[in-house]
């Protein structure tokens, strides 16, 4: 059973930073393709950052430069370091899986399981 819990969301102001983390269970790293998606209120989810079974990364445009998504797979942890945040990065951040690995950033409907998700607001 594929259990996904994140954690780390909470209030920042712009300029800050924020280290989510997704502790997993039931999710082989090595199989599978891990992504951070987040969505805000009114907006469709979008794919924030995502890292296939062998460690190579792909951002959304908007957090380039910005946020790191890495994982270490002896605790079975996901996690997204983010920076210089700004109020468009305020939304519900969660963590997905993909057994498929077809490691699709912009598909949010190829993962097929999901966190509950950790809020992450941020003010000017």
């Known amino acids: 059973q594929v259990q996904l819990v994140e954690s780390g969301g909470g209030s920042v102001q712009a300029g800050g930073s924020l280290r989510l983390s997704c502790a997993t269970s039931?999710?082989?790293?090595?199989?599978?393709?891990m992504a951070w998606l987040r969505q805000a209120p009114g907006k469709e989810r979008e794919g924030v950052a995502r890292?296939?079974?062998?460690?190579?990364?792909s951002y959304a445009d908007s957090v380039k430069g910005r946020f790191t998504v890495s994982k270490d797979s002896a605790a079975n942890t996901l996690f997204l370091q983010m920076n210089t945040l700004n109020p468009e990065d305020t939304a519900m951040y969660y963590c997905?899986?993909?057994?498929?690995?077809?490691?699709?950033?912009?598909?949010?409907?190829?993962?097929?399981?999901w966190g509950q998700g950790t809020q992450v607001t941020v003010s000017s």
């Open positions: 997905a899986a993909d057994p498929s690995v077809r490691c699709l950033l912009g598909r949010s409907e190829s993962y097929a399981y």
């Open positions: 890292i296939d079974p062998n460690g190579r990364t």
């Open positions: 039931g999710v082989t790293f090595r199989r599978t393709c």
